[in-house]
């Protein structure tokens, strides 16, 4: 297998866990555009959920945070949208008010995970995997997500990005992308030996690779030859996140059998000077700006395609409740959890409050986590994708209950 690691290196592309022959061509005939789609969004370095939903009815809220607090609803632009009274949205993420309107937004917060390491790498590593506490698990839960069925498409899995995340490791096979556009199989003369040489293999199983890896490659430059224009006007930010999803949608729309999904926005570990001289400029509202217009593009662009469609945003873990003394925040534990789609009963914001008092807060420090992260992620595996198994997709966990998100 040296040959086909070296030739896909070359051409861009990189496959994980290939196995039995996908049946390519009766896929292709019997593609089902009805099929669900799970979009999983990670927002790394630790994003400041308080400031991204406001508890703006939280009286600790402002007395912890007295210079970068996000102002309560009024007139002023800087100033939260109300969602319910008590929370709100950044105004940055005005954008996605709409869609919460609509009730194809949902917020969890108080939620993360029970482990209580203030490390970004563990956590990101327990996130993406589905196991807290657990650094020995090899594969990741959307890699385990992705639903047993015959005749695959061979990019039902996509992460967007030079590597496979780590959530996408795993037995399925998947696919890392940097870019739709920017792919191309940089030697073709590796190519042809390479598809010369599986062509000639006895081996059942290396043929079914040879043409699972050589389909995917044949679909991702069909895809970069078209010039995608949005659907229903919508127009995706620049930045890192907003071509991620806008590739995404364009995947959706060609019906290329797309299943799961990854993306990821990093930037989030606000230490110094987190807010501006208003709540609309600085580091944070940069990222939330991105963040919200990119989500709302995403949902405006696929339209009716939503009804089949669920993104779920997560980060490794929240920020402290109070400022520090260079007007950022510090790592802390739990944090905000947005699911978007046409199926979900949004409009509401979800999850029992802790209260930010002092006697509230975890080590008298930070946001209590009153929901498990794997809780809004199985209800999501087995609503959406109806799997059934979550004992396998979250390895030592059972959810007490699935939460209400959905209709």
């Not at 079914?208 to 006007?233: M, Q, S, V, W």
């Not at 008092?357 to 992620?377: N, P």
Request: glycine share 12%.
């Amino acid at each position: 297998m040296a040959s086909r690691r070296a030739f896909l290196r070359r051409s861009g592309i990189a496959m994980f866990g290939i196995g039995s022959s996908p049946l390519w061509l009766q896929r292709a005939m019997a593609v089902n555009s009805s099929k669900k789609i799970l979009v999983a969004i990670f927002q790394r370095g630790a994003a400041d959920g308080l400031n991204i939903v406001v508890p703006h009815g939280e009286n600790a809220y402002y007395s912890g945070r007295p210079s970068i607090a996000i102002p309560k609803p009024g007139a002023a632009p800087a100033s939260a949208v109300d969602l319910d009274g008590f929370f709100g949205l950044h105004p940055n993420l005005k954008a996605l008010k709409p869609i919460f309107d609509e009730k194809k937004l949902a917020i969890v917060h108080a939620c993360g995970s029970p482990d209580p390491t203030r490390s970004h790498f563990d956590a990101q590593d327990y996130m993406e995997s589905g196991t807290p506490g657990l650094k020995a698990t090899r594969d990741g839960w959307l890699n385990r997500a992705i639903p047993q069925v015959a005749g695959q498409s061979p990019i039902r899995a996509v992460s967007v990005g030079p590597v496979l995340a780590r959530t996408l490791r795993g037995n399925n096979a998947a696919v890392a992308l940097s870019s739709v556009r920017g792919f191309q199989v940089q030697d073709k003369k590796a190519g042809d030996d390479y598809m010369s040489r599986y062509a000639a293999s006895v081996d059942t199983q290396l043929k079914g690779t040879g043409r699972e890896t050589f389909e995917a490659i044949r679909l991702l430059d069909a895809l970069r030859k078209t010039e995608y224009k949005p659907a229903n006007g919508a127009v995706y930010p620049t930045g890192r996140l907003g071509p991620s999803l806008k590739q995404i949608a364009q995947m959706i729309r060609a019906d290329a059998g797309l299943e799961v999904a990854f993306a990821d926005i990093g930037g989030w570990d606000h230490h110094v000077n987190e807010v501006g001289a208003t709540a609309l400029d600085g580091p944070l509202a940069g990222l939330l700006r991105e963040f919200g217009d990119s989500l709302a593009a995403f949902y405006q662009d696929l339209g009716p395609r939503m009804d089949d469609v669920v993104v779920v945003t997560m980060s490794e873990f929240g920020r402290t409740a109070r400022e520090n003394g260079n007007r950022g925040t510090d790592h802390g534990h739990a944090n905000v959890m947005f699911t978007m789609g046409g199926a979900m009963q949004g409009g509401k914001v979800y999850g029992p409050w802790p209260g930010m008092e002092r006697e509230q807060l975890y080590e008298e420090r930070d946001l209590d986590v009153t929901t498990d992260f794997r809780d809004v992620l199985s209800t999501v595996v087995q609503r959406h994708l109806g799997q059934p198994s979550l004992s396998k997709i979250f390895p030592g966990y059972q959810p007490k209950s699935l939460l209400p998100i959905f209709g």
